[in-house]
Each structure stands twice: as C-alpha cells, then as structure tokens.
C-alpha cells in the first residue's frame, strides 16, 4: 500500500486504552491546526468501535479548540442508547484536558425502505482532468511557506477538479463545484475503514466553497477559514477506494460564517453521502501567518 495511505489508516485505527477510551496520533499536513477531518474520522473510528451489529448513518460535530499536532488525542465515548434498530454514541476528543471536539453519532441496523435521490450532475470523467497536486505546483512559489506544504505534499487521496482550484483567484465565481476523488492506492474491504476515511477526506474542499462568490484566494494569507462544525450523512456503504464525485455549493455566507454543503456519488451516480459545514470566514488587509501555538479556533 501507498505509505501515505498506509499511515492515514494507522492513525484512524486508534489504541484502545479502556473499554470506551481511545488514543490517536496526528499528523502536520501543512494546515495551521490540527485537520479537521482527522479529528472526525478518528471520533467516528473510536465510535464504531463500541458498535458490533449497526452501521454509522450520520454525524454530528462541533470544534471547540485548535488540535495540537504535537500531542496524542484522547477519546472519551459515552455510549448514550442501544435501542433494537438505533445507537447513539457521544464523543469529546481531549487534549492537555480540555475538550477540542463534541461529535453525536447515529448507528442502524440495516433495513429496507423507500428510496429515492438527486441525479449525479453530468460533468467530465475523472481521467480527462488533472490531479490538483499538478495544478497547485504551478502556483506554489505565490503562497505562504505552510500552505504551500498543504497544497504540493503528498497526500492519500488524489482531487480532479472539474473547475480549476481558486489558489490565488481573485475573480468571484459561483458558489459551486465538483471533484473527483479516490484514495491513492487500493484498501482493504472494512466498511469502517472506508466510512471513518469517507468522514476524513469530507473536510476537504468544502468550507473554501464558500469564498468563492466573494473572490478570496485563500492561498494569499489575507483569509482566516476554520470549520466550527460538520455533519456527515451516510446513505449507503461508501468505497472510497473507486472514484467519487463530491458536488458543493454554498447557499449562504452572513454574520463572519460561511455554510456550505456537499453530495457524494460513486462513478455510476448512487448517492451515498451528504454532508454540511458551517465556519468562520474573515478577510484580512495584509497576509498573515497562521499562529503557532493551539488555541481556540476563532
């Protein structure tokens, strides 16, 4: 397996260290805290654990404080209700004792129903496009030295753009678009695995859909983003593995907050997540460096 890959599934394995107490690593990925997605994906891992017969629907989270690369994350699950067909499970991720994430999420056990969904929009094939890795070393000398790192380093999953990555745009465009993505390298065949890294790689992409009627190129240093919650809706068993196109748009920016929301298919077009996120937009006159120390993120 693609070592990146390979250490992404080691950190959303967890160490258990009481029946509902689990520890995790970090990793520096060039953004100015902790990912947010790494804290979802590893609460929804620490979640599932306490589960045995019921899958994940939905997730529910709020970031309180900045993650702190350098130190192990706890998770303190609290196992709120096991009903015959629902689980419920509350998560507090804890560093230096003070709690950086809430999340509540829903387990089911499979059943049949009525079924319906929107139609995957009709956009160019994954192959015809090019990985943004490609497109971001164009502008890499431009930006800032740490989200240069975020936008040129390896990384477990490739993004196909089907419009071009606002880095440095400055010109306003609609509050919409579509990626392509899929892991690097093939994984193994864990319905877990693959929703705990669906819930990581959600964080991707879909806040900066918010800036994009406003024309901030958030490569430049002048945009402070940080996401004050997520929501993950899962539908069907993804396979992040296999192509899928995630579709975001932004009804919304007001009050210091921009709320954006996403759809995921696989290839063929069955929906099998949705997702949405609220967070802190501002715009700043000069360039900033994001600050060193963790704190609270906003």
């Known amino acids: 397996m693609d070592p990146v890959l390979a250490d992404l599934q080691h950190l959303l394995t967890l160490e258990r260290i009481e029946d509902n107490i689990f520890r995790g690593e970090s990793r520096d990925i060039g953004s100015a805290q902790v990912f947010g997605g790494q804290v979802v994906g590893q609460a929804l891992s620490a979640a599932q654990q306490t589960v045995d017969d019921r899958a994940a629907h939905s997730l529910h989270a709020y970031f309180l404080r900045r993650g702190d690369m350098d130190a192990p994350i706890v998770y303190e699950v609290d196992r709120q209700r096991d009903g015959r067909s629902f689980s419920v499970r509350r998560v507090v991720a804890v560093q230096h004792g003070r709690p950086i994430l809430n999340m509540a999420c829903s387990f089911q056990v499979p059943e049949e129903g009525v079924e319906h969904q929107f139609d995957m929009p009709d956009v160019p094939d994954p192959e015809s496009l090019t990985d943004s890795r490609g497109l971001a070393h164009e502008e890499a000398e431009k930006v800032p030295a740490k989200m240069r790192r975020f936008m040129t380093e390896a990384r477990p999953f490739e993004f196909r753009h089907v419009e ?3 880095f440095l745009d400055n010109e306003p465009r609609p509050p919409h678009k579509h990626v392509w993505v899929k892991s690097v390298d093939r994984l193994p065949d864990s319905p877990d695995l693959h929703r705990s890294m669906l819930a990581y790689v959600s964080d991707y992409e879909l806040l900066g859909t918010s800036s994009l009627p406003h024309g901030l190129p958030y490569g430049l240093g002048r945009v402070q983003m940080a996401s004050l919650d997520h929501a993950l809706w899962f539908h069907r068993q993804p396979r992040v ?4 196109l995630y579709v975001l748009d932004s ?3 007001t009050g210091g907050r921009g709320f954006a929301r996403g759809r995921i298919y696989t290839r063929d077009g069955v929906l099998v997540a949705s997702t949405a996120q ?5 715009v700043w006159d000069t360039p900033r460096e994001p600050p060193s120390k963790p704190g609270n993120q906003s």
């Open 164 to 166: 071009r990555p606002a």
């Open 241 to 244: 593995d296999e192509w899928f």
């Open 278 to 282: 609220e967070g802190v937009i501002r």
């Open 251 to 253: 009804p919304a920016s």
